[in-house]
Nanobody, 121 residues
């Protein structure tokens, strides 16, 4: 079994910062890409940022210049530093990872339960 657990969400004023963290645990052999997605009320889930095992990153246009994704491979963690937050960043943020478990040769996508980020004055 694999678990992804997010932390770091909360209420922040516009222009503020938050740091989201996600830790993967369980029968992990290796982790391929990791990423953060978000879902605002009434909207579909969308990608925010992704990072490969080698450290290559991709960002949604809405996140470029404000958010930074990073990972610590030795700790099986991924972090999203969010600066200059706007009300439209309000959403539930989900951690995603493509993980190869110890009893399989195939990577599978796993999701965390999500953490709420609210940007409001």
């Amino acid at each position: 079994q694999v678990q992804l657990v997010e932390s770091g969400g909360g209420l922040v004023q516009p222009g503020g910062s938050l740091r989201l963290s996600c830790a993967a645990s369980g029968s992990i052999f290796s982790i391929n890409a990791m990423g953060w997605y978000r879902q605002a009320p009434g909207k579909q889930r969308e990608v925010v940022a992704t990072i490969t095992s080698g450290g290559s990153t991709n960002y949604a246009d809405s996140a470029k210049g404000r958010f930074t994704i990073s990972r610590a491979n030795a700790k099986n963690t991924v972090t999203l530093q969010m600066n200059s937050l706007k009300p439209e960043d309000t959403a539930v943020y989900y951690c995603n990872a493509n993980i190869v478990i110890t009893t399989s040769l195939r990577g599978m996508d796993y999701w965390g339960k999500g953490t709420l980020v609210t940007v409001s004055s």
